[in-house]
């Protein structure tokens, strides 16, 4: 690392752990607890950080855990270098550390002015590189505890953006995946002046960036001028992750959404006039409070007609202070559970047609740094996400190469390499 640090596999003995927690379903919660004590267990005599979203909405939860050393603020991570420096000094006490860094999460929305102050330029174990160009929601989704850990929108400055994207490229990533918590709303806090459109104009005039995807957008963000961008350019992937949560237009209701099923299907299909097999995946969640079986029922239709390539399927969890936990009508965790089952199932067959319509044609792959660990093919990646196995050596990892498509399961296609 630029500061003289060095990062070591999690595995090994370290003096220093930081730990990068998630706030996002009370599953999300339990996972960070679990993991900060698997931490302190196998270092003993490391010094523990912990920062990251849960930090921020649930700190005393943190404090309360045996061998936590100190906890950050979200949006200050970028200080913990100086405070190691300093000997696990506060600087000038702007620095919320130890056991005493905030009060507990209150509902009062926050402006993080030092979202980007972290730059990264490297992922190890990653193939593509992920770039933050955003931070922060106002949708307010009735489940979400986001809005209130993380604040407003704030968006990154273009020329950050392309600073960042240069020194990602010089450290040899083909692909740059754009993040962000509301990625559609890029720009919303100056009107608009900027949007993301600007941000992919300006991107894919960088030599040496062969594909920058979206990671995930809200359906009713898609815009004409967006479709055309993709539909246009060899650099932007066509594949757009846009969460649906519920077909049904009563829960989408009582969740909050910005939009109903009717023009969500309609977006998916402007999308499709103009792409040629675009990639549509998508985020559901299973059991929201309310959902009876007929409203289970539409969602499986919407699925079936949108024909997702890929579906993420959650089981709804309450989540303290959002308005659905308080809701009435809270799903039996069976009925989830069967629920989830048989949307899988279903989204599996969607997921299988997709990949099938790639059968006897060639598709460009990044291929990954690793093996398959079950086979032992090489691995990658297209620009729709379709992941493609096939034989080949090391020397091609990290090169983008076309594979001839053989055949297809829900999961993956097996091809032969065209090089
Ligand atoms: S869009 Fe909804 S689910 Fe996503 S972060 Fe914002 S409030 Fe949460």
């Given at each position: 690392?630029?500061?003289?640090?060095?990062?070591?596999?999690?595995?090994?003995?370290?003096?220093?752990?930081?730990?990068?927690?998630?706030?996002?379903?009370?599953?999300?919660?339990?996972?960070?607890?679990?993991?900060?004590?698997?931490?302190?267990?196998?270092?003993?005599?490391?010094?523990?950080?912990?920062?990251?979203?849960?930090?921020?909405?649930?700190?005393?939860?943190?404090?309360?855990?045996d061998g936590v050393g100190y906890v950050f603020e979200k949006g200050k991570e970028s200080r913990i270098i100086d405070f190691v420096k300093n000997g696990f000094l506060s600087d000038n006490n702007s620095v919320p550390v130890s056991?005493?860094?905030?009060?507990?999460?209150?509902?009062?929305?926050?402006?993080?002015?030092?979202?980007?102050?972290?730059?990264?330029?490297?992922?190890?174990?990653?193939?593509?590189?992920?770039?933050?160009?955003?931070?922060?929601?106002?949708?307010?989704?009735?489940y979400?505890?986001?809005?209130?850990?993380?604040?407003?929108?704030?968006?990154?400055?273009?020329?950050?953006?392309l600073f960042e994207a240069e020194h990602l490229i010089s450290n040899g990533y083909k692909e740059i995946v754009l993040t962000g918590i509301h990625l559609g709303a890029y720009g919303k806090e100056v009107g608009?002046?900027?949007?993301?459109?600007?941000?992919?104009?300006?991107?894919?005039?960088l030599p040496g960036l062969e594909r920058i995807r979206l990671s995930s957008i809200e359906v009713n963000e898609i815009t004409d001028g967006l479709i055309d961008l993709i539909a246009n350019s060899d650099k932007v992937c066509p594949h757009f992750h846009l969460p649906l949560q519920s077909g049904d237009n009563y829960i989408l209701k009582r969740m909050n959404r910005k939009y109903n099923s009717a023009q969500?299907?309609?977006?998916?299909?402007?999308?499709?006039?103009?792409?040629?097999?675009p990639s549509i995946s998508t985020d559901v969640m299973v059991g929201f409070p309310g959902e009876e079986r007929e409203h289970f029922e539409n969602t499986l239709r919407l699925c079936e007609q949108a024909g997702f390539s890929r579906t993420h399927i959650f089981p709804y969890s309450p989540r303290e202070d959002t308005p659905a936990?308080?809701?009435?009508?809270?799903?039996?965790?069976?009925e989830i559970k069967a629920r989830k089952?048989?949307?899988?199932?279903?989204?599996?067959?969607?997921?299988?047609?997709?990949?099938?319509?790639?059968?006897?044609?060639?598709?460009?792959?990044?291929?990954?740094?690793?093996?398959?660990?079950?086979?032992?093919?090489?691995?990658?990646?297209?620009?729709?996400?379709?992941?493609v196995l096939f034989d080949g050596t090391d020397d091609?990892?990290?090169?983008?190469?076309?594979?001839?498509?053989?055949?297809?399961?829900?999961?993956f296609v097996m091809g032969k390499c065209r090089v």
């Open positions: 690392m630029s500061s003289g640090y060095e990062e070591t596999p999690i595995s090994s003995p370290v003096d220093l752990c930081v730990i990068n927690t998630c706030t996002v379903t009370s599953t999300s919660d339990e996972k960070s607890r679990q993991q900060i004590r698997k931490v302190v267990r196998n270092n003993p005599d490391a010094t523990v950080i912990v920062t990251g979203c849960y930090a921020e909405s649930d700190a005393e939860a943190i404090k309360k855990i056991s005493n860094i905030r009060e507990p999460h209150t509902k009062k929305l926050r402006r993080n002015e030092s979202a980007f102050n972290l730059k990264i330029s490297k992922f190890d174990g990653h193939t593509r590189a992920f770039l933050k160009i955003e931070d922060g929601c106002d949708i307010f989704c009735s979400c505890i986001i809005p209130y850990v993380r604040g407003k929108v704030i968006s990154k400055k273009i020329d950050d953006i608009y002046q900027v949007s993301i459109i600007n941000v992919l104009e300006e991107l894919q005039t969500y299907l309609s977006t998916l299909e402007k999308i499709r006039e103009r792409l040629e097999l936990a308080k809701m009435p009508g809270h799903c039996k965790p069976s089952k048989e949307l899988e199932s279903l989204t599996a067959e969607t997921s299988l047609r997709y990949k099938e319509s790639f059968i006897g044609r060639n598709i460009s792959i990044l291929v990954e740094g690793t093996r398959d660990r079950k086979t032992g093919k090489l691995c990658g990646y297209s620009d729709r996400y379709i992941k091609l990892m990290n090169e983008i190469v076309d594979v001839y498509v053989e055949s297809a399961l829900p999961q």
